[in-house]
């Protein structure tokens, strides 16, 4: 029997839908020095088992679930856990990453990861108890929402102190915005993760792990963990995660004239405190916290019986101001519905807002308007259970529905998907950032909202390129984004303490730029190219209302300089190709 | 008075670090599953209840032993001769919080307060668990999780029905 792995499991779950065959393997060890965990490792998988050209929703494509190298230990705010595949609302690669106690519960019961493949010819769900892995029927369960399935599932384990995943009706019907849910209020959130999971019969997830997860030296580990616990994590730079949580940036983007209104037509909203940190903290009774994090960034609130954790920064302005609804309690029941149905709520109130702007104007009109809130919440559960007109025109997205009405210079998404919460027009890094992301208009690649020199773009091109190797080595370990202090250093550190051998800040750093390298690989090769990392046109074209930014556009010209001073940074041509002598530094000229 | 370990659910978060910390301290590993203490998450009610050994007078566990392999130490807290246990699991099924279980070889197990320095309250951030001496807040919130005893069952669900009888309290509408 070979030696137990420190920090790793050492074994993959491998399920193949289509024959219910499941197989364990052991883990690929001569990958994890160059891609470490989650993100990396996923993507590594991925890229050895699926063609680029693959249609997301075929049993031909594959899903892999992949721990961080430090989930289920004490190192905080690493119970984040990733899904890869093909994205079915881009075509892009997708990384999707989740907290909550799922990725830590699936190491204890031994696996770093699983991998999903095929599709069941049937509804099914997946039972994962240690060693005891089967595929159970999941009829019963068709058509009900997260919240519920996740506490039938949970019963048909038998322990409450199962994790679980589930999608729901979103889900099951593949809508290209569905989530993967879990712990009620956490997801695999972008890109369409719910709808691999239907487009595989698979309903979910239930898992219980009573194994351990080891490290070279107990003591010695835990007195580095701590260190840095105290003098890097808990220093007034995070303090905002533990009293605020993300609700506290509706002020900050507001005050910066980022904050997208009434879909992205202005950059301030004047009617925000209803909607803003303030607000949320007056709603809030009680602080949530994924598994191993001492911060407890969520905030669980409350207003006439309608109760849910968050909702966070994202879904206050996307599902808020960018819909002018500027009361709290709608938003609270939006957020909670698109949970429940199994819907992203960046995307579903993207393309909501879009609905709204394109009434407006005149252009189509499905009943929705700026500031309805009726309307606004009726229309949810009509778009995840496609059981409306207007529900079916909504679920197809923001891309398709602008395409149909002629309205393309209204949506506002990238690669098909939706723009997050900060407005490019007043932060080119942003812009540069959506625009380069893997999949699409993501602010968690590169975050530069609160940059000083948001239009150096010099200094844009750089920042928004180091930030992705940055995240992609940070999100391989399993931390969380939040940690925002975190350094290779820290991590190098704890990596090395936690193995037992020696790992370098440096050698971490180009792990995080192979990450970002063989991302551009699949895409390139699934037939994405530059002219894909482009602005919407209302960013390029029509000028910004309201605040420090009004009048201002991100102009073709300006984007163009950008996104080349970005590929020169990154070593890649002018059309967005790595270089020969990029790949070989990295180890993937062969690949 | 002597301090001991003691929960305040309504500040719990439910990260259980306390359970990571715990099974680094006993097990050298991590393992919550066999960590001293536990953390009931209701994560859709956003409550968290942590189920820890109140240490009881008259513990139900100690009377149960039939070769007197548990004691009170001087800290008044209930420990577990190792020599002297049989593995007979009676006190697993007498304890009415399923705070003492056995181990793989039979050998029972529970919390011993880390002999006066726990390290799952070094690991609470929020402050849902205290080592301290018991004051009138402290008898109040102690006294609503002891009420909720379980006369049969296994240690998780005993945990479980604790956990759902504080929740009913702590997020009342």
Not at chain 1, 35 to 48: I, N, Q, T, V
Request: aromatic share 8%; with cysteine; proline share 4%.
């Amino acid at each position: 029997m070979k030696t137990k792995m420190n920090l790793y499991a050492g074994k993959l779950l491998v399920v193949d839908l289509t024959t219910k065959k499941i197989t364990t393997e052991p883990l690929r060890r001569d990958w994890l020095k160059e891609y470490r965990g989650s993100w990396g490792l996923a993507l590594r998988y991925y890229w050895e088992a699926v063609s680029p050209q693959v249609d997301p929703l075929s049993p031909e494509n594959q899903v892999v679930i992949m721990t961080g190298t430090f989930t289920g230990t004490l190192v905080p705010m690493t119970s984040r856990t990733c899904l890869v595949s093909k994205s079915p609302q881009t075509g892009t690669i997708l990384e999707s990453n989740i907290g909550g106690a799922f990725g830590p519960e699936l190491k204890l019961a031994g696996y770093d990861g699983l991998i999903l493949k095929g599709r069941a010819e049937s509804p099914v769900y997946l039972q994962i108890i240690d060693d005891q892995v089967t595929l159970e029927s999941a009829v019963a369960l068709i058509g009900k929402g997260i919240f519920e399935t996740e506490k039938l599932l949970e019963d048909a384990i038998g322990t409450p102190e199962a994790k679980c995943l589930a999608i729901g009706p979103a889900g099951e019907n593949q809508l290209p915005y569905a989530i993967i849910g879990a712990d009620a209020y956490r997801q695999f959130g972008r890109g369409g993760p719910g709808a691999l999971f239907g487009s595989k019969n698979l309903k979910g997830i239930v898992c219980r792990g009573t194994g351990a997860v080891r490290v070279a030296d107990m003591a010695n580990f835990q007195q580095r963990v701590t260190r840095w616990k105290q003098e890097n994590l808990l220093s007034e730079a995070n303090a905002w995660v533990s009293t605020d949580g993300t609700p506290g940036t509706v002020d900050m983007t507001n005050e910066l004239g980022l904050q997208p209104t009434r879909n992205f037509t202005k950059g301030v909203n004047e009617k925000a405190v209803g909607v803003n940190g303030d607000a949320v903290n007056r709603a809030k009774i009680g602080d949530r916290a994924c598994n191993s994090c001492p911060m407890a960034c969520g905030k669980f609130t409350r207003i006439n019986g309608a109760e849910m954790e968050g909702p966070e920064y994202e879904t206050l302005v996307v599902g808020g101001s960018n819909c002018d609804i500027n009361e709290l309690e709608p938003v609270i029941r939006f957020n909670r519905l698109c949970d429940d149905l199994g819907l992203d709520t960046i995307s579903c109130g993207a393309t909501i807002s879009l609905a709204m702007e394109m009434n407006e104007a005149g252009r189509a009109d499905h009943g929705l308007c700026f500031g309805d809130a009726d309307e606004y919440l009726k229309i949810v559960s009509e778009i995840a259970h496609l059981s409306t007109p207007r529900g079916r025109e909504l679920a197809q997205g923001s891309k398709r529905l602008a395409e149909k009405y002629s309205s393309t210079d209204m949506s506002m998404e990238i690669k098909g998907l939706d723009m997050a919460a900060y407005e490019p027009r007043g932060n080119y890094g942003m812009g540069l950032a959506y625009a380069t992301s893997e999949r699409g208009a993501c602010h968690l690649r590169a975050f530069l909202p609160f940059h000083e020199t948001p239009f150096d773009l010099d200094v844009m091109s750089r920042e928004v390129a180091e930030g992705q190797n940055h995240n992609g080595i940070k999100w391989a370990l399993g931390f969380c984004q939040f940690w925002g202090t975190l350094d290779f250093e820290i991590m190098a550190d704890l990596l090395s303490a936690g193995l037992g051998e020696s790992v370098t800040a440096a050698e971490l750093a180009t792990t995080g730029e192979r990450i970002w390298n063989l991302s551009r690989l699949f895409n390139l090769r699934a037939g994405f190219s530059a002219k894909d990392d482009a602005l919407p046109e209302k960013v390029m074209k029509r000028k910004l209302e309201k605040g420090p930014h009004a009048g201002r556009v991100f102009s073709q010209e300006d984007f163009e300089t950008a996104r080349q001073k970005y590929y020169a940074y990154r070593d890649w041509d002018e059309n967005g190709v790595p270089s020969q002598q990029k790949l070989v530094e990295l180890g993937l000229d062969s690949i | 008075m002597k301090k001991l370990l003691f929960a305040k659910p309504d500040l719990c978060s439910g990260c259980g670090r306390c359970t990571y910390a715990c099974s680094a301290v006993k097990e050298g590993l991590f393992q919550p599953s066999k960590s001293r203490l536990r953390i009931n998450n209701f994560s859709l009610r956003g409550y968290s209840v942590p189920s820890i050994c109140f240490q009881c007078p008259g513990a139900a566990c100690q009377k149960a032993c039939p070769v007197e392999a548990l004691s009170r130490d001087e800290n008044d807290v209930v420990v577990v001769d190792a020599e002297k246990c049989n593995g007979c699991g009676l006190c697993v099924a007498a304890c009415p919080y399923g705070m003492i279980e056995q181990g793989t070889t039979g050998l029972a197990y529970k919390c011993d307060n880390c002999g006066g320095d726990p390290a799952c309250v070094k690991e609470c951030q929020p402050g849902a668990l205290v080592y301290q001496e018991q004051d009138k807040e402290i008898v109040k919130v102690k006294g609503l999780q002891m009420k909720q005893r379980s006369t049969s069952g296994i240690p998780e669900q005993k945990r479980h029905a604790l956990g759902l009888a504080v929740l009913k309290v702590g997020r009342e509408e």
